[in-house]
């Protein structure tokens, strides 16, 4: 565990830097004042003050009974592969049914790398994927899931959920980069589950979603108008699939309505209207229109994407800003029917697909199928 400013300088002195910005500690020193508790007092002197500041930062984020290491720092070397000559960094250990997994980073010829004690083994250059913030890669042995990347430095924690099976573990920080943090995860599955995409939540040590480096996309409105019979004239389409069915949005009784219209409006779902104020994502409406079953719904202000899984079926919806709401958002998938056994989840997303919320699906009373 770090424990002064000495401390902090060996782990990132223990880099090889070359090819990579200098260290980051002006960063982690800001990160630590602001989350600086009452207790410390007034620091005499700048090496006293950051020493017990970086205490209780890290304090703040002790590792779940999942991932067994005590802290989020590592600086234990552990052989794991003999194939890789660069120094292993303990990264994370799990116990399953008497069977331990480990994980460890290294860092070689410019690029960052996660191995595992089964054979897997993830490596990226320091170039990030797009706006995504988990740069992760899954592998499946058996019933047996392994889940295993990087995420931003400040990130604290990741979770690791596939359907209704979590893990959450820590985002570990290891000489083999001071500009990210890797984690690694196993999960055991049924031998049904048919799915193998796991959804990734990432968290800071205030418990809120970590940002991607590059940044999100905006979000785009609703503003294409639909006409729709029977339905008021200020009607908005959310959504047009290459079927022919829409999800449309309008006002009435002075209230914001979603409703999902069959091709040729031959049939539509129940219209669920507001107030809308789950604090994540919910399903508004629904209907199975020929072979799919399509879902819309409404989520908070920040979310970016809206995943559904089923047990045999993954499908994420991107968000839609839903006018009059106050910076809501609509949201739409659809599934085979064949696709639809298993436990129902969604995942609230904010932006780089960042799950942090994820919970059994709650259908609405009112359904047409």
Known sequence: MITNESDLRELLARVDTSDLAPPEIAA??????????AQIG??????????????????????????????DVSRTKVNLHDGVSAPQWLVARQTIDGETYVAVASRSLGQTCVH?????????????????VADYGSESSGQIIEVVGRVPITARSVT??????????????????NHERFFAAWLKLPASYNPVQPVVGVLDADGKPVPP????????MAGSHSSVSGLPNNQLQIVQSSAGWQVVTFRRNGRVCLQIIGAHETRRSAARCGPFHSATAQVDAQIS??????????????????????????????????????????WVTSLAKGTMGGPWTIATCSAGL???????????TVRTF
Not at 164 to 174: E, G, K
């Open 213 to 220: 480096p590059g940044g999100g996309r905006p979000i785009s």
């Open 28 to 37: 982690i020193r800001g990160r630590a004042r602001r989350h600086r508790a």
């Open 160 to 177: 690791v959920q596939v359907d209704n099976r979590a893990v959450r573990t820590v985002a570990m920080l290891t000489p083999a980069s």
């Open 42 to 71: 007034t620091a005499l002197g700048s090496a006293a003050a950051i020493a017990a500041i970086v205490v209780a930062t890290f304090a703040l984020t002790r590792a779940t009974p999942s991932a067994l290491s005590p802290a």
């Open 116 to 132: 595992t004690s089964d054979g897997g083994e993830h490596c990226d250059p320091r170039s990030w994927p797009g706006d995504t």
């Open 354 to 364: 960042n799950c942090w919320n994820v919970k059994p699906i709650v259908f609405p």
């Open 289 to 330: 229109l020929g072979d799919v079953h399509v879902l819309a719904g409404d989520a908070p202000p920040g979310t970016t994407a809206v995943v559904v899984a089923t047990g045999q079926s993954y499908q994420d919806g991107t968000a839609i800003g839903l006018p009059g709401t106050g910076g809501r958002v609509a």
